[in-house]
């Protein structure tokens, strides 16, 4: 037997049987959601209320326990032992022993993470007994406490250190010589430079991604696509250039009911802890010229109506753990944080715009207005568990089942617009092929409920505070740092939560990483990967995980918002040179080329003009960027217009996805040919760079079109006919 068929073989066997599971798993969800009662003199009626979930965290231990027991025997988990829960079991067949038995070949395969974390190479054992070497040496090296490099942990550390010693691992505060298995950078994944090996906690051009320009054109992208999955996110226009839309609009509502009067907030573009936000009624009101150049900033439409807690606007910070992004992983804690106003919310009138006490809920500007209570208790305060919030409003008739819903259904679709970019990020950073990190990040998510419940939201912090101390004035005029049990009980959980899922003990090749594509639009195997509690690793002391699988969990419902990763599948294959985030001239007349988009109503030329004219558009939008060429959403833009052009009668995300079938096909067509001309040349051409050209087995340089085209069919049971979305001024 061939290695490709035994491998092949593998993976259906583990499809099929996933699959199975995946039926019962990817449901609405409608999640068990972190109501935690506040202490008996504050509860009201606990009879009320529906408690979190503790059935997933039985399950939990019962998979991943076993392995970890230092004596090798199984744990004696109250619930571990008693449930069979298929997920486990196909996570252990799958990751966990990492040994794989064939059906009727009686061979046994042995699965392997390679460093970057990205890609698995099954390979078969030569015998039993090797296999058992090798699992024996597996063993020992387990035994071995985790390695995690603190040095650049910045105010994150005091957590950190925290969560280290919960799980017993080794810290190295200074760095070490020799490579760790877990980098916790503070800031950005450069901050240590160099790391060819282990996992960082940080993705490159995550900061980049989530400034608030950034995030507002990705989110406007999706919004174009998919109008109504993407309305949680409010209006917004990016300054200086669509100061003329944004300016030219409100006047429009305004000259057609003069007695609206909306309110914008503006909010420049690197800023964060509420730094230079004002709210305004008026686009004269903007404050459009620092003392040098234009400001760069978002304006956005201001929710004048917050869901209000004791008279008070408040905002929940929610931590959400991308785990990996090929496959997609994410990851919600059920415990966050919320921050209140310190000033009776009322709504904006010319009198109120600059109480900041009263609109933002910026914790860094409400602890200098003097009601600011900082509070030893959860549930009071002007900082408060999300949980204890989450049961007031249960005691109040609340349905908070669906705002939890609501919510998960928010952090998923805004992860989903994020990614095709971060995709592009990535690769210019760990290049495919070369030893880089895996990479997994904490953001912080900054969401505001309307009065009418619906979650809106309002950012994403790449680097959301892990501090669980405050300043406080112990004596007058001395301040000193003195521990926040609020922060604390909240951010050590989901660092040491993440660490335990990222345990490279622990770690498992996903599903995706089995196939040979790599690639898994349309793949729909929910892994119900909170199995990964290790409550007993530790002897038992840990709590359960706060950290719920999201994704690929809910994959059926929400894989067909994956358009624009596919269409940067499609234009990372193109960029070419490593390192390279942006298309040049030649590259794009490439990819009008091998896609055979150009006839003779669309010439080779009328494609120049169109890439100079969306280029030079594009680079006057990104001032600070300093590489010539065609970025990735300019890149976007052209695809949607070309879409536009070919299949004039459909609404625009059908455009999108026929254009996109339509050039993967062309690509699956010349993947062919290349395979059969390598094969004739094999010998000269070693296979193992061979993805860089072709693109096979690169999860980030695209997959196979036939899953692909899984993923489409999976997006029309979804769609909802929608009027044509107009986009594109280029001229036709
Ligand atoms: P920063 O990164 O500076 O904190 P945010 O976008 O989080 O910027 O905004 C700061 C605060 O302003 C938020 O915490 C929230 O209280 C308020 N805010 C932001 N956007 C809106 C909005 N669209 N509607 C109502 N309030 C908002």
């Given at each position: 037997m061939s290695d490709h068929y035994v491998k092949a073989t593998v993976q259906l066997e583990q499809m099929k049987s996933l699959d199975e599971n995946a039926e019962k798993e990817g449901e609405h969800p409608e999640e068990q959601m972190p109501v935690s009662p506040p202490p008996a003199s504050l509860s009201?009626?606990?009879?009320?209320i529906t408690i979190a979930d503790t059935s997933s965290t039985c399950k939990q231990g019962s998979n991943r326990g076993k392995n970890r027991n230092k004596s090798g025997?199984?744990?004696?988990n109250s619930c571990g032992k008693h449930i069979t829960d298929n997920v486990g079991k196909n996570l252990n067949r799958l990751g966990h022993e990492q040994a794989l038995h064939i059906k009727g070949a009686g061979r046994i395969l042995q699965g392997k993470l390679e460093t970057n974390g990205n890609y698995v190479t099954l390979h078969s054992s030569k015998n039993t007994q090797d296999t058992r070497r090798e699992d024996g040496f597996k063993q020992a090296k387990k035994r071995r406490p985790v390695a995690v490099d603190s040095s650049k942990a910045k105010t994150s550390l005091e957590a950190l250190k925290q969560s280290i010693k919960q799980l017993k691992w080794k810290e190295f505060p200074l760095g070490r010589r020799t490579a760790c298995d877990i980098y916790w950078h503070g800031v950005s994944f450069h901050d240590n430079e160099h790391i060819v090996s282990g996992q960082v906690n940080k993705f490159p051009g995550m900061i980049e991604m989530l400034r608030k320009i950034n995030l507002s054109r990705a989110m406007r992208t999706m919004q174009e696509l998919f109008p109504e999955e993407y309305d949680f996110y409010p209006r917004s226009w990016i300054l200086p250039e669509e100061y003329q839309q944004f300016s030219t609009q409100i006047r429009m509502v305004k000259e057609n009911d003069a007695t609206v009067t909306t309110t914008f907030i503006v909010k420049p573009d690197g800023g964060s802890q509420g730094d230079g936000i004002y709210l305004i009624r008026d686009p004269s009101d903007l404050k459009l010229m620092t003392a040098t150049q234009a400001k760069q900033a978002v304006v956005q439409e201001y929710i004048q109506k917050p869901l209000l807690i004791d008279k008070l606007k408040f905002d929940i910070r929610l931590y959400v753990l991308i785990k990996s992004m090929e496959p997609l992983e994410i990851y919600i804690a059920k415990e966050g944080l919320t921050r209140f106003c310190t000033e009776p919310y009322q709504e904006p009138s010319q009198k109120n715009l600059s109480h900041v006490f009263m609109h933002l809920t910026n914790y860094s500007l409400n602890v200098h207005s003097g009601n600011f209570i900082h509070s030893d208790s959860q549930n009071t305060g002007s900082k408060r568990t999300l949980s204890s919030v989450l049961y007031r409003l249960a005691a109040k008739g609340v349905d908070i089942k669906k705002v939890w819903s609501d919510i998960i259904a928010l952090v998923i679709k805004t992860v989903i617009a994020v990614v095709p970019e971060l995709k592009v990020y990535y690769q210019a950073d760990i290049p495919p092929g070369k030893p880089g990190p895996t990479c997994f990040q904490i953001l912080g998510f900054d969401i505001l409920l309307m009065k009418n419940l619906k979650p809106v939201l309002l950012e994403v912090n790449s680097n959301p505070s892990m501090r669980i101390e405050h300043e406080q004035e112990v004596a007058p005029g001395v301040f000193e740092y003195v521990p926040s049990p609020v922060d604390e009980e909240v951010k050590v959980g989901v660092i040491r939560d993440t660490l335990r899922l990222m345990d490279p003990g622990h770690k498992m090749p996903s599903i995706s990483h089995l196939r040979a594509g790599g690639f898994e639009h349309g793949e729909e195997i929910p892994i119900e990967a909170e199995t990964q509690d290790k409550t007993q690793d530790q002897g038992g002391a840990l709590p359960s995980m706060c950290l719920k699988q999201v994704y690929p969990k809910y994959t059926k419902q929400f894989n067909y918002l994956r358009l624009v990763e596919r269409i940067a599948a499609l234009f990372i294959r193109f960029l070419g040179v490593k390192g390279n985030m942006r298309l040049g001239p030649t590259a794009f007349r490439t990819f009008i080329r091998t896609c055979k988009l150009s006839n003779s109503n669309f010439t080779m030329a009328s494609v120049d003009i169109l890439y100079i004219d969306i280029t030079r558009r594009w680079s006057g939008a990104m001032s600070d960027s300093k590489e010539a060429g065609m970025g990735l959403q300019a890149f976007v833009e052209a695809f949607f217009y070309l879409a536009g052009r070919r299949f004039k009668s459909l609404v625009l995300k059908e455009q999108v996805l026929s254009l996109l079938e339509l050039c993967e096909a062309q690509l699956e067509s010349q993947l062919g040919v290349e395979d059969r001309r390598s094969a004739s040349c094999s010998r000269a051409l070693p296979r193992a760079v061979k993805p860089q050209t072709v693109g096979v087995t690169n999860p980030l340089l695209g997959s196979p079109a036939p899953l692909r085209r899984a993923s489409s069919q999976d997006y029309r049971l979804h769609q909802r006919l929608k009027p044509r979305t107009l986009r594109s001024n280029v001229e036709n």
């Open positions: 009201p009626d606990p009879s009320s025997k199984d744990d004696k």
